[in-house]
């Protein structure tokens, strides 16, 4: 590599992305981010936003589009992981504890100890390690590191006492790179230097030159999907100037926030913790001198719990909708429903401490449901007996002649804020959780009481308060006064409460406090705001168990908008605290930030990088759920978010999976590849779901005028489900993408072999980078079969993008003609033989192409995955994408255990007799005939038997003898890949071998 900075002159050089990735270690660091929950780094300015993406991937992806692939793909690898702090040397800092000079010399042979310590006394210790400490005359020696020699070099002794345990063992106990980012990557600029002919000692200095070689300048970033910000706060942490921008204007506000408060300068810092001091200050002021929220005996109000109260139409009571009367799990607090009979109603009695058994008796509380996705009812008991009245009756729920369903509820109106009296759905409050500072303690007493008459007058105070105020407030934006459109999300809240402007999702105590923090709150401190929005509005779940005594959560601890029986609204002292959260400071030097509202396809500006994460197919439903802060902030938004537009603008965000998105998803990308150089390079994020979505995704690309470069699949996800009970794996699939210039031509016949070369010459290429890469480490794998496999289907993808006219089709247009439910496009054609072709590659060693090719996917699937099983291959995202891959419906039939990092195939005698049958995929087949008659050898059946069953199982045993041959390949077959793993049934295997072959036939 030249030495000097060249400007443009890795103009055309392939980018390492284009070459390799390791994803597998890559997925283990992306996992441990995923799991820090509160601790990543830029969640604390909206908790609320779920779908973030990895930084420590962000960070790959970046890197990778800018390094070059050298002719040393072994040392690109070395360096590119030095650059994450992947490599040992970055695993000693990352430790939670670094090894002191004495650990060392006990347990590392060291030919000359003075080369690295100096001990004192001298001449004590023998010369060489590893010394023995036990000794009695080494006994107070000390040793210490010699003050020339480098951190580097140390670094590089320590790594030789990391354990050899697999990655991502090593990882689990790890801080994350970014944890310790400010030495982590001290060791690696000489090298980093060597190889890329840089003069770099920060990420700032090596993008800005990285920039200059490819681009003729420091690299310009974009990412037009932002949301949170998580892809561009990267880019500008690792010094490229970024351009990000979102439809949404909550993801710019996120996004600003990133850059200005978790991106901005210690001294901003400094301020922003001043700020919300005093406006914390400030908002408790006001509230104070209203005097509603102390018992004037020096208590404060921590929690105000509210429920719903309706008539039962049966007994014409009053009655409060409790889902369950446990107040408070942690002080043992129940609420008591007691009985006026001359009121027709309840009083509400609140008991603490109570005992084991009346806790458990409160579980059930007087609305119930009998199972997920059936409707709740009301259920009370007047003088013994009970009366139950479905939730849906009471709203009197109806479908009209014209087969329209509607209610009874009356829809609130703007100047509401409670319901009005004569309402179905009425609220009360149930109980205080009152706190009190200790007199000894720097904490509180806490206490939770029934409501009393005083409580209602302060109640009635805050009401007032808000008839006074809300038409103000609601003129100068402190409270919303946006009316709630309809929509898949949105509907519940109208459907079921009657309420159709977004203020009604707030109590009048609730409205008081944001809309104080409102009021005051410049940009920085609106983040705060959110914070509070999310954790205090009628959506707000009381959950008794959480914390000491029980905790407010957050409407976004889900996706929907879900309406509540009852809730929890924090008092200002509880809701306040929020604006004082730890938010991290990773301050961003240098380089220009810009956030903009608009929609993908309005890019204007060229940008050399692109790294996108599109709603595909996205559960969340951004565009609906975030109107609830829009509400808050749309009116009257502080300059810096005033160029912005305050509006979801629905029908312009992508979504969905049909023709629409396919239409948005082309006009955003193909507008992206215009604002793009020749030499440019993108990377799509997309979550692997179905099948279906490489034909979606080549259809994009093609259209947009890109093609594909590569591709690579990082699992981000997997544990955390199996502690929720599931098995689900979620990965991330990694699309590289160039610009397609010029009108490359070919036919169909060509494309097929040209694929077919492609894609086998992508899977040895790979399978030989592995081997090579072997050695360089000492744990797992570089690459999974399941990357190879991918690197298989992207091959193809990559012939076929390749070319602007396929059989004198314009493949542009041919990309964007709707689909016809049920046809098979000329498009999905090509991509069915392109993915056919990968999986022809993937014959494990062992079984012939020629049997391969007669066997039926859920065959291949289990052969390949045996062959995989007995390389300790166990991670249940091999089984879903080779089941994928081999369209086998229902894998789990074949699998002995799903859980997600210690899955297996179903033994013969796992098996037994089951997947014979004609619903099975395994019907009829070679394999299960095999597996069968395993089973019963294990059994000790009779050999003449077993093989009697054989050909029954078999269809024209007699008559083909290719059937007989395939016995004893896949006999063979399985006595070899499974001789360590299940000794006793390869055995079988092979003795089913020789049955088979010396069977005298006719
Ligand atoms: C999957 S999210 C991005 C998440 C982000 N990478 C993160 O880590 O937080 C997709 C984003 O695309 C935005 N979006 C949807 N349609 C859009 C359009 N037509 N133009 C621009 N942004 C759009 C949504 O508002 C949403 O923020």
């Known amino acids: 590599m030249k030495k000097a900075i060249v400007p443009l002159s890795w103009k055309d050089t392939p980018a390492l992305i284009e070459r390799l990735l390791p994803v597998q270690k890559l997925s283990a660091e992306a996992y441990k981010e995923q799991m820090a929950v509160h601790g990543k780094t830029l969640t604390a300015l909206g908790s609320y936003w779920k779908g973030r993406k990895p930084l420590i991937l962000n960070k790959a992806c970046i890197l990778g589009c800018l390094l070059p692939a050298t002719d040393n793909p072994a040392r690109d690898l070395e360096v590119f992981e030095m650059l994450m702090g992947m490599d040992d040397a970055s695993f000693v800092v990352r430790a939670k504890r670094r090894a002191k000079p ?377 409270v919303p006064d946006m009316r709630i459109e309809a929509g898949d999300k949105t509907n519940e809240p109208i459907r079921t409460r009657g309420w159709t402007y977004w203020h009604h999702l707030f109590c009048p105590r609730q409205l008081l406090v944001a809309g104080m923090v409102n009021q005051f709150a410049d940009a920085r401190l609106k983040f705060g705001l959110t914070q509070v929005l999310n954790a205090s509005s009628r959506l707000s779940r009381w959950n008794q168990s959480g914390g000491g005594g029980g905790i407010v959560a957050g409407v976004f601890d889900n996706q929907a908008l879900n309406v509540l029986m009852n809730f929890g609204c924090r ?195 790979l399978t030989g980078l592995n081997q090579q890469a072997k050695g360089l480490y000492r744990d797992a794998n570089v690459f999974e079969d399941s990357d190879i496999q991918m690197a298989g289907y992207v091959a193809a993808l990559r012939v076929l993008t390749r070319y602007a006219v396929i059989d004198g089709r314009d493949m542009t247009v041919e990309a964007i003609r709707p689909r016809v439910r049920g046809e098979t496009t000329f498009v999905d054609g090509l991509i069915t033989f392109a993915v056919d072709t990968a999986n022809q590659c993937l014959v494990p060693q062992g079984v012939t192409k020629a049997t391969w090719d007669k066997l039926s996917g859920a065959e291949r699937f289990y052969l390949k995955l045996i062959d995989m099983e007995a390389r300790g291959a166990k991670t249940l995202d091999n089984y879903q994408n080779f089941a994928k891959a081999f369209k086998v419906a229902d894998f789990k039939a074949l699998l002995a255990s799903h859980r997600a990092n210690d899955a297996r195939l179903k033994s013969a005698a796992e098996f037994g007799r089951a997947e014979m049958s004609e619903g099975s995929e395994l019907h009829q087949s070679v394999l299960r005939a095999v597996l069968y008659a395993l089973m019963e050898l294990q059994k000790d059946v009779d050999g003449a038997e077993v093989l009697a069953h054989l050909t029954l199982n078999l269809s024209n045993y007699y008559g083909d003898m290719v059937q007989r041959e395939r016995v004893v390949e896949l006999a063979e077959y399985l006595a070899q890949r499974l001789a360590s793993l299940r000794p006793d049934e390869a055995s079988a295997a092979r003795v089913l071998r020789e049955l088979v072959k010396n069977q005298r036939l006719g």
């Open 571 to 765: 008092a200002s002292d509880y809701a306040l605290d929020l604006l004082m959260g730890a938010i991290k400071s990773f301050p961003i030097e240098k380089t220009t930030v810009g956030v903009a509202s608009f929609p993908a396809h309005e890019a204007r500006e060229c940008r050399d990088v692109y790294v996108t994460d599109p709603p595909y197919g996205d559960a969340v439903k951004y565009e609906e759920i975030l109107e609830f802060f829009i509400a808050w902030l749309r009116k009257n938004p502080p300059p810096e978010f005033a160029d912005w537009t305050w509006d979801s603008r629905r029908a312009l965000a992508i979504k969905g999976e049909d023709e629409d998105f396919r239409r948005g998803m082309v006009s955003a990308y193909r507008r992206m590849t215009e604002c793009m150089p020749d030499n440019g390079i993108q990377v799509i994020m997309f979550t692997h779901q179905s099948g279906s979505i490489w034909a979606d995704m080549a259809n994009i690309v093609w259209a947009a005028s890109l093609r594909v470069s590569a591709a690579w699949y990082v699992a981000t996800e997997a544990e955390k489900r199996i502690q929720e009970g599931s098995n689900y794996v979620k990965g991330t699939v990694l699309l590289v993408l160039r610009k397609r210039l010029g009108s490359h031509k070919t036919s169909r016949d060509d494309l097929a072999w040209e694929i077919q070369e492609e894609v086998e010459k992508q899977v040895a290429d």
């Open 102 to 478: 004495r650990e060392i010399v006990e347990q590392l042979s060291i030919a000359r100890i003075a080369d690295f310590f100096t001990c004192t006394p001298e001449g004590v210790l023998p010369s060489s390690a590893p010394v023995d400490w036990t000794k009695p005359e080494h006994a107070g020696v000390k040793v210490a590191w010699r003050a020339d020699v480098s951190e580097g070099a140390r670094r590089r002794l320590e790594a030789q006492l990391l354990p050899s345990v697999p990655y991502r063992e090593r990882v689990d106990e790890a801080y994350r790179p970014e944890e310790v980012m400010d030495e982590v990557h001290v060791h690696i600029w000489d090298e980093v230097n060597t190889h890329l002919g840089t003069e770099a000692h920060s990420f700032p200095e090596l993008v800005e030159q990285l920039g200059i070689v490819r681009f003729g300048h420091r690299p310009r970033f974009a990412d037009t999907f932002s949301g949170s910000g998580q892809i561009p706060f990267e880019a500008a942490r690792l010094g490229c100037d970024v351009y990000a921008s979102d439809i949404n204007p909550v993801a710019c506000m996120l996004t600003w926030g990133a850059f200005h408060i978790v991106g901005g300068s210690p001294e901003s810092r400094e301020r922003l913790a001043l700020d919300q001091k005093e406006l914390v200050r400030r908002v408790q002021e006001e509230i104070d001198k209203l005097g509603v929220e102390t018992d004037g005996k020096g208590w404060r109000a921590k929690v105000y719990l509210y429920c719903v109260e309706v008539r039962c139409p049966q007994t014409g009571w009053m009655v409060p909708l409790l889902p369950t009367r446990v107040v408070s799990k942690g002080y043992r607090v129940v609420a008591e429903l007691v009985p006026d009979e001359k009121g027709k109603r309840y009083d509400i009695a609140i008991h603490s401490g109570v005992s084991d058994e009346v806790l458990a008796a409160a579980d059930a509380g007087s609305v119930r449901s009998d199972g997920r996705g059936q409707d709740p009812y009301l259920v009370h008991c007047v003088r013994g007996a009970e009366y139950r009245t479905k939730v849906s009756t009471l709203r009197g729920d109806y479908r009209s002649e014209a087969g329209l369903s509607g209610n009874r509820l009356r829809m609130w109106e703007k100047g509401d804020f409670s319901p009005q009296p004569g309402d179905v759905f009425q609220e009360r409050l149930y109980c205080v959780q009152w706190m009190r500072p200790k007199r000894s303690a720097k904490s509180n007493d806490y206490e939770f009481r029934a409501v009393t008459t005083e409580d209602i007058d302060r109640e009635q105070a805050v009401a007032d308060f808000m008839a006074e105020h809300l038409v103000a407030w609601q003129a100068r934006g402190w």
